[in-house]
T-cell receptor, first 112, second 111 residues
Framework: KAGVTQTPRYLIKTRGQQVTLSCSPISGHRSVSWYQQTPGQGLQFLFEYFSETQRNKGNFPGRFSGRQFSNSRSEMNVSTLELGDSALYLC???????????FGPGTRLTVL | KNEVEQSPQNLTAQEGEFITINCSYSVGISALHWLQQHPGGGIVSLFMLSSGKKKHGRLIATINIQEKHSSLHITASHPRDSAVYICAVSNYGGSQGNLIFGKGTKLSVKP
């Protein structure tokens, strides 16, 4: 089975712009979670989607949003980018959300 | 205080040494995960456990639910084990896809 894929792998944006990141889960997996990793805060949970519904959301401002499509692919969007949004964004998929999570390679976002 | 605490933060070992990384948590959990992250960012799930002990090759993970503590052991360490090891928990009663992470333990194994 192919692993979790994320596109793009690297992204450079300027403050005020918006960005969309994509995650394709392992075939058959219905749960996709998104995480942000920064040197200062470490790994933090953003949100989780299961069968096109957001099941849980972390403590992030409303500029961070996401969605999941019927084929389980997920996108996350960050609007009005700030310098502090520079981070590695990881998605992970699991069959139901309660099992082992399989991580993608991440998208490294740099905001200038 | 962080809900998931790991120790040590940094660990340097000689090849062949036995290594232990500890994780303590303060929330009720449904499962505990040990993850490995190599430079470049990719994260690999090593173990998911809710009780007892699991072994995979040279890696062993244990959990004590009553004491809210888990350990990751590496036997006969090798330079390729050099990575950041992260403990994470699935919060009981919360969404299972929501992990709470420790800060990680950076392991360097010297030849």
């Amino acid at each position: 089975k192919a692993g979790v894929t994320q596109t793009p792998r690297y992204l450079i944006k300027t403050r005020g712009q918006q960005v969309t990141l994509s995650c394709s889960p392992i075939s058959g997996h219905r749960s996709v979670s998104w995480y942000q990793q920064t040197p200062g805060q470490g790994l933090q949970f953003l949100f989780e989607y299961f069968s096109e519904t957001q099941r849980n959301k972390g403590n992030f401002p409303g500029r961070f949003s996401g969605r999941q499509f019927s084929n389980s692919r997920s996108e996350m969007n960050v609007s009005t980018l700030e310098l502090g949004d520079s981070a590695l964004y990881l998605c992970a998929s699991s069959a139901s959300g309660g099992g082992e999570q399989f991580f993608g390679p991440g998208t490294r976002l740099t905001v200038l | 205080k962080n809900e998931v605490e790991q120790s040590p933060q940094n660990l340097t070992a000689q090849e062949g040494e036995f290594i232990t990384i500890n994780c303590s948590y303060s929330v009720g959990i449904s499962a505990l995960h040990w993850l490995q992250q190599h430079p470049g960012g990719g994260i690999v799930s090593l173990f998911m456990l809710s009780s007892g002990k699991k072994k995979h090759g040279r890696l062993i993970a244990t959990i004590n639910i009553q004491e809210k503590h888990s350990s990751l052991h590496i036997t006969a360490s090798h330079p390729r084990d050099s990575a950041v090891y992260i403990c994470a928990v699935s919060n009981y009663g919360g969404s299972q896809g929501n992990l709470i992470f420790g800060k990680g333990t950076k392991l360097s194994v010297k030849p």
